[in-house]
């Protein structure tokens, strides 16, 4: 069973920046895929980004191209979400999620693995 933490969420203004991390238990971390979801209330989850086993290919949501970078230390079992140019429409759960089969994946029920979430909030 794979456990999947995340941290680094909190309070920012608009504008601001924010690291996410997504730290993993197990030793094949280095062979997932692992993506970044968010959920503001009373919405349905949406993707933000995703990054394969190897880290050489990455996708973003249109909404977060440019302002978020997705990357992973698999030496740290952590993967992480560098999150720039923060606006409101951003606040939300984030939840970091690994798929076994070590692709990036754009839809959530291709993964196996989610975390608990982190908060962010941004102030306009």
């Known amino acids: 069973q794979v456990q999947l933490v995340e941290s680094g969420g909190g309070l920012v203004q608009a504008g601001g920046s924010l690291r996410l991390s997504c730290a993993a238990s197990?030793?094949?971390?280095?062979?997932?895929?692992m993506g970044w979801f968010r959920q503001a209330p009373g919405k349905e989850r949406d993707f933000v980004a995703a990054i394969n086993w190897s880290g050489g290919r990455t996708l973003y949501a249109d909404s977060v191209k440019g302002r978020f970078t997705i990357s992973r230390d698999n030496a740290k079992n952590t993967v992480y979400l560098q999150m720039n140019s923060l606006k409101p429409e951003d606040t939300a759960v984030y939840y970091c999620?690994?798929?076994?089969?070590?692709?990036?994946?754009?839809?959530?029920?291709?993964?196996?693995?989610w975390g608990q979430g982190t908060q962010v909030t941004v102030s306009s």
């Open positions: 999620a690994g798929d076994r089969a070590g692709w990036a994946l754009k839809t959530g029920y291709d993964y196996d693995y």
């Open positions: 197990g030793r094949t971390f280095s062979s997932y895929g």
